[in-house]
């Protein structure tokens, strides 16, 4: 176990500015889910459609992806107007997103919101990978800490979304709890620019030297070492299947509640909240845990693999066991708590898991590299998380909601094995450069 440095009260405030930012980022991303199906349900569209509006999200972080639309203006821009930029953009498609619901045609209101949707993913793209660029370049002894901080304000986002989108379309309708969001974009805006240093990327930064470093004591930077390791991809199929049964629990929890047991949208919402306490608490302990050193981080995927299993079963308990089914309105609180606890283990873990690997399979991490992996990790995470939306209403138009965790909960055993396996065959090794300092600190 080995002890966590000193944090200094300067670094504290920017960590502090990137969960802020973070949390406002997933509130703003997430306000929709647990009302979007009762919305659209009440406009007569089926499950597999307004699914997309939720999955269409990933068309944007794909073509990010491929485009490398972020990394190019990692390229020319500093941290902080890449930040706050993309804060401001939340907020402009936030506001358009919820009076669009107003237009009578509702062939217009999918197609618009899903077009919307795609250009939030673009932005989303960035809103993820450019605090992690950050993190390696100001914080990069305390990669594990830090990044479990600023998770910890994504994950617990999603809950706090939930809960205020749900009592707000409750209680002012639709579009109120989208014109909450763009508010809460703008603050997010004004407090990265205040508070955040005016750093350049890591990217930009450290991407100059590395055509130097054939001169250093470190291994020298050749043609395989800029390939990525065939191995990456198994870290990678482990944390897509978790995340896609996490995103199918967001999106079904509050109609399954509403329509075997009539609760309301409201309560629904309550319930999700835990899933905002759950991932607050699972990220920040895994962070303290892998910088600890405490375990590896394949154990800790395979901690949160098994968490996720569990807490669909007891949100979703079998129908053939009626006295514990009658209970899922009680059961879903502390299912939701175990699924959102375990999520960040998964998701957390995974990202230094595969650089981890990259290093011991090819010898050397080099920045473009590191921000390609990056750029990997979450592709992996957003392309089954925001499939869960698609997957959710697609299945639970043909199985009962039962059926469909019973389905779902088979492929977290599979992610538990992946991680057992990955444990057993990999040394995780990835040692920071001892030479790296932190670019402002």
């Not at 999603?158 to 639709?174: K, M, P, Q, R, T």
Request: proline residues 4%; aromatic residues 14%; contains cysteine.
């Amino acid at each position: 176990m080995e002890k966590i440095g000193r944090i200094s009260p300067r670094e504290w405030m920017t960590i502090i500015t990137l969960v802020f930012y973070a949390h406002v980022a997933s509130i703003t991303a997430s306000i929709r889910y647990g009302f979007l199906a009762d919305a659209f349900a009440k406009r007569n569209v089926p499950g597999k459609v307004y699914g997309l509006i939720g999955t269409s999200v990933f068309v944007g972080f794909a073509a990010d992806f491929f485009f490398k639309i972020t990394e190019k203006c990692m390229t020319k821009w500093n941290s902080r107007k890449i930040i706050a930029g993309s804060a401001i953009g939340f907020s402009i498609i936030a506001l358009v997103t919820g009076f669009v619901y107003r237009i009578p045609n509702t062939t217009a209101v999918v197609a618009i919101s899903i077009t919307l949707r795609m250009i939030q993913g673009v932005l989303g793209f960035a809103v993820t990978l450019v605090p992690v660029d950050f993190i390696n370049a100001n914080f990069p002894k305390k990669f594990d800490m830090v990044n479990g901080l600023v998770n910890m304000g994504y994950f617990s986002g999603h809950g706090v979304a939930e809960l205020i989108g749900c009592i707000l379309y409750d209680n002012y309708g639709y579009e109120f709890a989208f014109a909450f969001a763009a508010m809460m974009a703008l603050l997010a805006a004004t407090a990265t620019l205040c508070f955040l240093p005016n750093t350049q990327t890591y990217l930009s930064i450290q991407g100059k030297a590395v055509k130097d470093l054939d001169s250093t004591d470190g291994p020298p930077i050749t043609n395989k070492t800029r390939r990525l390791s065939k191995f990456l991809v198994f870290p990678l199929i482990a944390t897509m299947l978790i995340n896609a049964n996490y995103g199918v629990i967001q999106v079904t929890v509050t109609p399954f509640l509403k329509e075997e047991f009539q609760k309301s949208i409201s309560y629904g919402g309550s319930v999700l909240t835990l899933v905002s306490v759950g991932m607050a608490l699972g990220s920040v302990s895994v962070g303290f845990i892998l910088q600890s050193k405490i375990i590896s981080h394949f154990t800790a995927m395979g901690i949160g693999a098994f968490c996720i299993f569990n807490g669909l079963l007891m949100t979703f308990p079998p129908e053939s066991l009626p006295a514990v089914y009658n209970l899922s309105p009680i059961l879903a609180f502390p299912g939701v708590f175990i699924a959102g606890f375990g999520d960040p283990f998964m998701t957390i873990a995974t990202l230094k898991a595969l650089y981890g690997v990259q290093l011991l399979k090819k010898g050397t991490l080099t920045p473009q590299v590191t921000t390609t992996i990056t750029g990997i990790w979450i592709m992996g995470y957003c392309s089954m998380y925001y499939a869960g939306s698609f997957i959710a209403g697609v299945l639970t138009d043909y199985l009962s909601y039962s059926a469909t965790a019973e389905l779902l909960a088979g492929f977290c055993l599979l992610a538990v094995l992946i991680c057992v396996l990955l444990r057993l065959n990999f040394t995780h090794v990835y040692n920071e450069d001892d030479e790296m300092k932190p670019l402002t600190f």
